[in-house]
């Protein structure tokens, strides 16, 4: 008799195609990912035409793989969950037709996720979720803090108004003539300097929101200043000014909301959840208070399969299915998906 469930998880949102199978919401059996970041390396960031390409040519191979290395036939799976949004349209919509294709030739039910739920419930990979938790998301695209009173609900408490955190790493980055994704980069000469910089931070009195796109001017502004004396700026102090800038924000709202929406855990989630001095910033400040935090490991950060197939299991659950009418949503809204 058949008890555990298993999950198809299928993501081609942005530079990475990539396919899971996830057995009981919480185990990764298999978790293939074929990145795409050398092709669009020279061109400073992702081009969604090479994207959409690269995604049409690596998607029946990375199904495959991720159901050979499970040891699992199509016929074994209960759902397929699929990225649905947000992200670039081209490149979605190869990830819904494949999920479409298998669902209709083999009778499996869909579930569209969205991806920063995804983000979310890869936390729930490395240990069960508490509720009401709090998710820190700080990713490309995406800067939120996101209220999961329950399983499968989503609240966003604060969002950024301008650049998200992923976004103004990526745009120092190039500012200082490192290569695409530039957040690595900047995370590691971090390391190496010294917070020196007098930068901005936008503290947004009385709201959640964030802001970075100030900060990021700010950076331009003071590397292009020091040029025109003729000064040096050692990019590692720069960028470990700019990295304190922005974690002692993301970490400082963190906290407060976390203590005022009184939540049993803090799930970090997003690319830029891979950082450094943002993972020890975190652990120091919830270390002095009885909140949880979840960071997961950094392949679960970055983008991939397994937590869409976790987020798929959490929505299936609660009873979503997509229709034979699921679409790429590059605007999806994750309070009502
Ligand atoms: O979650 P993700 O794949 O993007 C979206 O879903 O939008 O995150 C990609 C972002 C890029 O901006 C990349 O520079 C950043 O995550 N990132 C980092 C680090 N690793 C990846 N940012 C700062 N420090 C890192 N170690
Ligand atoms: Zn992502």
Same mark, same amino acid.
């Given at each position: 008799m058949k008890t555990d469930q298993l999950i198809l998880g299928i993501e081609t949102s942005c530079d990475e195609t990539a396919a899971a199978v996830i057995k009981n919401g919480t185990e990764i059996v298999s978790n293939v990912v074929a990145s795409q970041i050398e092709s669009h390396?020279?061109?400073?960031?992702?081009?969604?035409?090479?994207?959409?390409?690269?995604?049409?040519?690596?998607?029946?191979?990375?199904?495959?793989?991720?159901?050979?290395?499970?040891?699992?036939?199509?016929?074994g799976l209960d759902a397929i969950a699929v990225t649905e949004g947000p992200g670039l349209v081209g490149a979605l919509l190869i990830g819904v037709n494949a999920a479409k294709a298998v669902a209709f030739a083999h009778g499996i039910p869909i579930v569209g996720i969205h991806h920063i739920a995804g983000h979310i419930y890869a936390n729930r990979l490395i240990q069960e979720i508490q509720y009401p938790a709090l998710s820190l998301v700080v990713s490309g695209g995406h800067t939120e803090l996101v209220l999961l009173d329950e399983p499968?609900?989503?609240?966003?408490?604060?969002?950024?108004?301008?650049?998200?955190?992923?976004?103004?790493?990526?745009?120092?980055?190039?500012?200082?003539?490192?290569?695409?994704?530039g957040g690595p980069h900047i995370d590691r000469l971090a390391q190496m300097g010294?917070?020196?910089?007098?930068?901005?931070?936008?503290?947004? %009195?009385?709201?959640?929101?964030?802001?970075?796109?100030?900060?990021?001017?700010?950076?331009?502004?003071?590397?292009?200043?020091?040029?025109?004396?003729?000064?040096?700026? %050692?990019?590692e102090d720069l960028a470990a000014s700019f990295q304190a800038s922005v974690i002692e924000v993301l970490v400082m709202k963190a906290v407060k909301a976390a203590k005022e929406y009184d939540v049993k855990q803090v799930l970090l989630a997003g690319g830029v959840a891979a950082n450094k001095g943002l993972r020890e910033a975190?652990? %120091?400040?919830?270390?002095?208070?009885?909140? %949880?935090?979840?960071?997961?490991?950094?392949?679960l950060c970055t983008d991939n399969a397994a937590m869409i197939g976790a987020a798929g299991s959490v929505m299936f659950e609660k009873g979503k299915r997509s229709g034979m009418d699921l679409n790429g949503n590059p605007g999806l809204d994750i309070e009502a998906f």
């Open positions: 390396k020279r061109f400073g960031g992702v081009v969604p035409e090479i994207a959409s390409r690269h995604h049409v040519e690596q998607i029946t191979l990375v199904l495959e793989e991720a159901l050979r290395q499970a040891g699992v036939g199509y016929e499968g609900s989503f609240k966003v408490i604060g969002e950024t108004r301008d650049d998200a955190a992923g976004e103004a790493y990526d745009k120092v980055a190039r500012t200082l003539g490192l290569p695409y994704p010294s917070p020196t910089l007098k930068l901005p931070r936008a503290w947004l %009195e009385g709201s959640y929101d964030f802001s970075f796109s100030g900060l990021k001017s700010a950076v331009i502004n003071t590397l292009h200043n020091a040029e025109q004396r003729g000064e040096k700026i %050692e990019p975190l652990t %120091e400040a919830f270390s002095q208070l009885p909140i %949880e935090l979840s960071i997961p490991p950094l392949y």
